[in-house]
T-cell receptor, first 114, second 113 residues
Framework: NAGVTQTPKFQVLKTGQSMTLQCAQDMNHNSMYWYRQDPGMGLRLIYYSASEGTTDKGEVPNGYNVSRLNKREFSLRLESAAPSQTSVYFC?????????????FGQGTRLTVV | DAKTTQPPSMDCAEGRAANLPCNHSTISGNEYVYWYRQIHSQGPQYIIHGLKNNETNEMASLIITEDRKSSTLILPHATLRDTAVYYCIVRVDPNQAGTALIFGKGTTLSVSS
């Protein structure tokens, strides 16, 4: 049971380049999330998807777009990367966002924008 | 949103109980208290959650005060592998838009031999 899988694990981008971070879960969860974590900081919510076909903004959505491709997959896209987006990105999933349930996290994507 | 306050860091000797406090004085009646931890740079890991009553599982115990304005996470016999950042999170009212787990800066627990 893989849980939550993120790809890639590491990425270096030049300013202005675009890329998509992939996330997939195999637990049949309804809700999925994208967080970013900067050095010495807690996690900040970028976007989340309460269920297949829906997405909502979190605390820091600017500069990002998301797609809930199907129930398993939730991708995060940076259209024009900026150095301020250098961070570690975590994807998570849970049975339901409206329910008080446990969330499972991936191992993170370490992104550097130069 | 209910906010949480945690000490930035704590130390604990290996084998002793680690008691991590959290204040959440503005918590609403239907909001749960969650605890997660993050070891090194890995993804956060769920520990425990509760509403009113004390809770215990194989990892830890959660003690919530009667007025629900504070709680304590107890790791009964801390090991070196428990060194991590511990996050206390109050589950945002699910009736509000944009709800999900909101993390603060947490408490860095250092367990030493």
């Amino acid at each position: 049971n893989a849980g939550v899988t993120q790809t890639p694990k590491f990425q270096v981008l030049k300013t202005g380049q675009s890329m998509t971070l992939q996330c997939a879960q195999d637990m049949n969860h309804n809700s999925m999330y994208w967080y970013r974590q900067d050095p010495g900081m807690g996690l900040r919510l970028i976007y989340y998807s309460a269920s297949e076909g829906t997405t909502d903004k979190g605390e820091v959505p600017n500069g990002y777009n998301v797609s809930r491709l199907n129930k398993r997959e939730f991708s995060l896209r940076l259209e024009s990367a900026a150095p301020s987006q250098t961070s570690v990105y975590f994807c998570a999933s849970s049975e339901g966002v409206w329910m008080n349930t446990e969330a499972f996290f991936g191992q993170g994507t370490r992104l550097t924008v130069v | 949103d209910a906010k949480t306050t945690q000490p930035p860091s704590m130390d604990c000797a290996e084998g002793r109980a680690a008691n991590l406090p959290c204040n959440h004085s503005t918590i609403s009646g239907n909001e749960y208290v969650y605890w997660y931890r993050q070891i090194h740079s890995q993804g956060p890991q769920y520990i425990i959650h509760g509403l009113k009553n004390n809770e215990t599982n194989e990892m830890a115990s959660l003690i919530i005060t009667e007025d629900r304005k504070s709680s304590t996470l107890i790791l009964p016999h801390a090991t070196l592998r428990d060194t991590a950042v511990y996050y206390c999170i109050v589950r945002v009212d699910p009736n509000q838009a944009g709800t999900a787990l909101i993390f603060g800066k947490g408490t860095t627990l250092s367990v030493s031999s």
